[in-house]
């Protein structure tokens, strides 16, 4: 599976190098590499797959407007990176680690996310939106790429310990620049840790095209780390699960990290404070938009007789469920007590916080004699 090593001239030629399974169309295709990882995978599972895509879309909108209604500070869109989160996270164990960016809705869903897990930072109410420990999922990064020396660090204590279990750690194409992914990737290769790197690559680090900062295929950084890595499509749910059993299976038999490139593409803004009219071609959104992850693995199901209007609408039913529970929940959260920032930061009573404490009790109060 070794990475293509053709210049990228432009996004169409740029999907085309990527392996997958089923076409834009919906059409089935044979792939040696992938085809034996899905062997398994029957029309009920492709129909779950495309009911976790539907309700993902669904909380990426609902996200996004309650962030315009000011109920949420800030929110990273994933509207088009559906196949690429909800692929690779359904094929985990669930005793596998997970070190996500702050973009993986869909990694932390696949996972257990409850609805006031996708909002809860966001709203600047935790520090984690969930218990790390029990969805196996740390929190969420927003320094870009430091938690691929997370995961790195983690599968060395797996390596040593000689658990079952894979760290998985996720990250943009923007996050390929940033010496953090490439440390990590030269301690994985080095003490031959089983963590697998997942780059998203959605043509866009903020306002930058990924042509611009990467003018070869990512994945063909990877074996330069001593890393074998596998470029799929990202917008095929079925070739990016292939992808990431693969990969899976190639780190939990001792062999040391693997890299994923899929190639996909961010519909929406960076966040809610882009604006991505400023910088980007019309023509080229348009374009993507033929190659939709969900409209495309609907097409497959429908060409096999294996999906229909009911069922469609039924998964839609359960995003606006799920949409609805994640509102109520957004707008019920109660903000904590200002100084309550100060509980639960060290085991024990420690003279540093006190301070701390007194003068933020000072700074509060400050207001109030205004």
Sequence with gaps: MSPQTTPIADTAQDLELAERLIA?????????????????????????????MVILRRIDAEGVALQRQGQLGLWAPCNGQEAAQIGTARALDPIDFVFPSYRETGVIYARGAQPG??????????????????????????????????????????KHEKAPEVAVTYFGDGATSQGDVNEAMVFAASYQAPVVFVC???????????????????????????????????NDVLACMAAMRWALAHARAGKGPAFIEAVTYRMGPHTTSDDPTRYR?????????????????????????????????????????????????????????????????????????????????????SFEEG
């Design 24 to 52: 834009p169309d919906g059409t089935r295709l044979n792939n040696p590499d992938l085809d034996p990882f899905v062997a398994d995978v029957d029309p009920a599972q492709l129909r779950a797959l495309h009911r976790d």
């Design 117 to 158: 897990d996708f909002v809860r930072v966001w709203r600047g109410e935790e520090g984690a939106p969930y218990d790390p420990m029990q969805m196996r999922v740390a929190p969420l990064q927003i320094i870009i790429g430091a938690q691929t020396l997370h995961a790195v660090g983690y599968a060395m204590g797996i």
């Design 281 to 365: 071609d019309p023509e080229e959104l348009e374009s993507w938009k033929t190659r939709d992850p969900i409209a495309r693995v609907e097409s497959y199901l429908r060409g096999l007789g294996e999906i229909d209007d009911e069922q469609i609408a039924a998964a839609h039913a359960d995003a606006d469920r799920m949409a609805r529970e994640m509102r109520a929940e957004c707008l019920g959260m109660v903000t904590r007590e200002p100084l309550a920032v100060f509980d639960g930061v060290y085991a024990e009573p420690h003279c540093g916080i006190d301070r701390q404490r007194d003068e933020y009790t000072a700074y509060l109060a």
């Design 200 to 234: 998203q690559n959605n043509h866009w680090a903020i306002s930058e095209p990924v042509a611009l900062q990467s003018q070869y295929p990512i994945s063909g950084r990877a074996p330069g780390f001593g890393i074998p890595s596998m470029r799929v499509d990202g």
